[in-house]
């Protein structure tokens, strides 16, 4: 076990809809950081924040947006989907902005129909 | 871009076999790590080894880094079922504050 916490599990939505991502990072990590798997992209990095702040930003898409909440809880907002936006979402933890360990959560598999 | 890129992209072994996989990258690093990805599960780090070190042991796996050829192997000895998984380099990419993965080397352990 992770300590990394990811919910929903499995999202099943439509074209054009709005879904949340949420995730808990392991106790302790200041640092969360969002990744998009797919089997044609592989992992991508999409952006990390560090102690309530952005620090980093990766590929991710304008549709796309992220925060994380004074309690270190993030959560990835995915909007106006496409299909292509089906893939499994990561968030992974870690204590600090250096790139040591990451701890990653089991992901939210996402589904656009 | 990728920065990692892993050789073989998959491998099929008998239990008891060693595993060799190879991961390649493109710009200078600090340190580059090797993650294990189960079927349908999150990725788990398994070893980090630093640019200034050349080989390093966790277990059953050896990790080797040559930074003159960018290159690092993962050696799993003895291999067993439970090791079937998906193995991802990852390097720091030379200071862009993020991760790059490689797209990951497919194992499967034989019983």
């Given at each position: 076990?992770?300590?990394?916490?990811?919910?929903?599990?499995?999202?099943?939505?439509?074209?054009?809809?709005?879904v949340?991502?949420?995730?808990?990072?392991?106790?302790?990590?200041?640092?969360?950081?969002?990744?998009?798997?797919?089997?044609?992209?592989?992992?991508?990095?999409l952006?990390?924040?560090?102690?309530?702040?952005?620090?980093?930003?990766?590929?991710?898409?304008?549709?796309?947006?992220?925060?994380?909440?004074?309690?270190?809880?993030?959560?990835?907002?995915?909007?106006?989907?496409?299909?292509?936006?089906?893939?499994?979402?990561?968030?992974?933890?870690?204590?600090?902005?250096?790139?040591?360990?990451?701890?990653?959560?089991?992901?939210?598999?996402?589904?656009?129909? | 871009?990728?920065?990692?890129?892993?050789?073989?992209q998959?491998?099929?072994?008998?239990?008891?076999?060693?595993?060799?996989?190879?991961?390649?990258?493109?710009?200078?690093?600090?340190?580059?790590?090797?993650?294990?990805?189960?079927?349908?599960?999150?990725?788990?780090?398994?070893?980090?080894?630093?640019?200034?070190?050349?080989?390093?042991?966790?277990?059953?796996?050896?990790?080797?880094?040559?930074?003159?050829?960018k290159?690092?192997?993962?050696?799993?000895?003895?291999?067993?079922?439970?090791?079937?998984?998906?193995?991802?380099?990852?390097?720091?990419?030379?200071?862009?504050?993020?991760l790059?993965?490689?797209?990951?080397?497919?194992?499967?352990?034989?019983?």
């Amino acid at each position: 076990d992770s300590g990394v916490t990811q919910t929903p599990k499995h999202l099943i939505t439509a074209t054009g809809q709005r879904v949340t991502l949420r995730c808990s990072p392991r106790s302790g990590d200041l640092s969360v950081y969002w990744y998009q798997q797919s089997l044609d992209q592989g992992l991508q990095f999409l952006i990390q924040y560090y102690n309530g702040e952005e620090r980093a930003k990766g590929n991710i898409l304008e549709r796309f947006s992220a925060q994380q909440f004074p309690d270190l809880h993030s959560e990835l907002n995915l909007s106006s989907l496409e299909l292509g936006d089906s893939a499994l979402y990561f968030c992974a933890s870690s204590p600090n902005t250096q790139l040591g360990p990451q701890h990653f959560g089991d992901g939210t598999r996402l589904s656009i129909l | 871009s990728q920065q990692g890129e892993e050789d073989p992209q998959a491998l099929s072994i008998q239990e008891g076999e060693n595993a060799t996989m190879n991961c390649s990258y493109k710009t200078s690093i600090n340190n580059l790590q090797w993650y294990r990805q189960n079927s349908g599960r999150g990725l788990v780090h398994l070893i980090l080894i630093r640019s200034n070190e050349r080989e390093k042991h966790s277990g059953r796996l050896r990790v080797t880094l040559d930074t003159s050829k960018k290159s690092s192997s993962l050696l799993i000895t003895a291999s067993r079922a439970a090791d079937t998984a998906s193995y991802f380099c990852a390097t720091d990419a030379g200071g862009n504050n993020r991760l790059a993965f490689g797209k990951g080397n497919q194992v499967v352990v034989i019983p």
